[in-house]
């Protein structure tokens, strides 16, 4: 027999009846799945007709353990996989594992290498907002602007195709500067793996489709009063709430925190760049959703500034050939699509890192779930997960 | 919750839709019907390892750096007539097996990039998907074979 509900019982004081109603709790699961599929997650539900009164997240199904991989694998191996965690934006992956390990051996990348690491960074966070701008109206009903996105999105993957050969997977960053040469062997070892003939004039055409994609989804979802109603107002995260929890990213900056680490941190050359940092009000839905939109924008703009500026120079730093990385520790955070990405790195000396703890944005966005979906319809449930944007594999590593 | 922003006329997302459908039916797709048409992907593609079995020398460091442990090497020593008459015979490290899992590859490149003496190279061909997974494994002269696939490095920007 379950306890009467207060408010139950007060009505059945008035209507002077004496059965005692049973409104049994039901335990819903929702997966092993993610509703737009971003990876595997398991939501333990407990619900009450259609309101939610718990939910408790089930992770660790997409668990591929890179950290402990990491312990046995050379640094130019991790790279490899580091790449994996976050799928959808490979390459700002590897930004800040580089950077620390660089930290570690006191290198510089030269000013080249890092014009091409942000300008792809960019890319891969155009992106992984642009996945966003496809599953989350269609988590919603709407089909249509994952044509759009997905259309533009091609695009730029294939220019980061282009430079680093892997669309997903670039592994492209190396200690010290991007990747050399494709053999490393006498015959080739001119043949530095620079940008392609005509990439630069191809990135700024394709920031110009990118800005009018913008528009088109503006156009299509902004102003669409079903998803005005599906989102404004619906899983609000209040300031401190966001802070509480440790959101980072667009979630954070969603609820008015102004907090960008390409601002905050001095990696990779931001300073020279004009661009500004979109942010919401309300913390619902809706302005997650408008924050990406308008990083979109600013992100193609970073790419337009920074393929007008890119020097002209070397790739590599002097490194050594068997990469041995003196004793220390290292921890190094750079703004991934999803927020914020940080690796701290124990080097013991050797080729092989002591242990690298990974920082994942998407990890720290999901821990508010129970939180946020407490008293929420299950409608809600979807727009609210789908808002936050998390990937499975970068919350599981 | 009030909603500070204005609030749309009736159906004009529903307008809006339409005007994007009606543009949209009269372009020309841009996809493509895959086995019919192809694409030609970029010549960094990292599509399948080719092998120049003529540099190979042997150096086991493609299969020691490779982080899956994909590749399978075994190779002897044999004796080369001296180059000079009375000279000594040298020994020449020759290929017995080269074998790459594509079941197991992550495609990362390490391999074609730690080998010094250029005999692994990137094709952007990627059509060799099979039934079975032991078909994945491609001995030495199906990774020859792909060689004559391997593009020219394309030009760089200035």
């Known amino acids: 027999m379950t306890q009467l509900d207060p408010r139950v019982a007060m009505h059945l004081s008035d209507a002077a009846v004496s059965v005692e109603l049973e409104t049994p709790d039901m335990t819903l699961n929702i997966g092993p ?18 309101r939610v009164e718990a939910v408790e997240p089930v992770i660790g199904y997409m668990h591929r353990g890179y950290e402990k991989l990491a312990e046995v694998r050379t640094y130019a191996q991790t790279i490899a996989l580091v790449n994996r965690i976050d799928w959808v934006s490979g390459f700002a992956n590897e930004i800040p594992f580089v950077i620390a390990v660089e930290k570690l051996m006191d290198v ?15 890319m891969a966070r ?72 005509g990439f630069l004039q191809q990135a700024r055409d394709a920031m110009d489709k990118v800005l009018t994609v913008c528009d088109d989804l503006d156009d299509l979802v902004t102003g669409n009063e079903v998803f005005q109603a599906r989102t404004i107002g619906v899983g609000v995260v209040p300031r401190d709430k966001a802070l509480e929890y440790g959101l980072s990213g667009p979630n954070l900056r969603a609820s008015g925190v102004g907090f960008d680490l390409r601002k905050a941190e001095h990696i990779l050359p931001y300073d020279g760049i004009d661009f500004e940092i979109p942010t919401g009000e309300n913390g619902d839905c809706f302005d997650r959703y408008i924050v990406r939109l308008a990083e979109i924008r600013q992100a193609a703009r970073i790419i337009q500034q920074a393929v007008d500026r890119i020097p002209s120079g070397p790739l590599q730093a002097k490194v050594p050939r068997v990469l041995k990385v003196p004793p220390g ?36 966005n999901l821990s508010i779930l129970p939180w946020i979906l407490e008293n929420q319809l299950i409608p809600d449930l979807v727009a609210i997960m789908g808002s936050l944007d998390f990937v499975l594999g970068d919350v599981d590593r | 919750m009030a909603n500070a922003r204005p609030n749309t006329f009736p159906f004009r997302g529903l307008a809006k839709g ?20 192809k694409e030609v992907p970029v010549p ?26 994909c590749i399978y090497i075994e190779g002897h020593k044999e004796m080369m007539p001296p180059a000079k008459e009375g000279g000594r015979a040298r020994a020449r490290a020759t290929l017995d097996r080269f074998d790459i899992d594509y079941a197991l590859c992550m495609y990362c490149g390490i391999c ?25 494994l491609h001995d030495m002269d199906r990774l020859t074979d792909w060689l004559a696939t391997v593009p020219e490095p394309p030009p760089l920007e200035a």
């Open chain 1, 329 to 364: 520790q290292a921890y190094v955070r750079a703004e991934n699509p999803k927020g914020e990405m940080g690796y701290y790195i124990v080097s013991e000396g050797g080729r092989v890192p002591y242990r690298v703890k990974i920082r994942s944005a998407s990890f720290s």
């Open chain 2, 18 to 37: 339409l005007k994007v459908t009606l543009k949209t039916l009269f372009k020309r797709p841009v996809t493509v019907h895959y086995p019919l048409e």
């Open chain 2, 112 to 136: 074609v990039e730690v080998c010094p003496f250029d005999a692994l190279f990137w094709s952007p061909d990627h059509e060799y998907s099979e039934y079975g997974i032991d078909g994945m």
């Open chain 1, 108 to 122: 510089e990348a030269p000013e080249r290498a890092q014009y091409i690491r942000m300008i792809l960074t960019e």
């Open chain 1, 33 to 50: 799945q993610h509703p737009s599929t971003h990876g595997v997650l398991r939501l333990v539900a407990r619900v009450d007709g259609e």
């Open chain 2, 44 to 69: 960094r593609a990292r599509g399948v390892i080719a092998l120049d079995t003529e540099a190979c020398t042997v150096c086991m460091l493609c299969a020691r750096e490779c982080p899956d442990w």
């Open chain 1, 126 to 197: 155009i992106s992984s907002h642009l996945i966003f701008m496809s599953s989350y109206p269609l988590e919603l009903g709407a089909a249509t602007p994952l044509m759009h996105a997905f259309r533009e999105r091609e695009r730029i993957l294939e220019l980061i195709e282009g430079v680093t050969g892997g669309r997903f997977h670039p592994n492209f960053n190396r200690v010290g500067g991007v990747k050399p040469a494709a053999g490393g062997g006498s015959a080739t070892k001119k043949l530095i793996q620079d940008l392609p003939a």
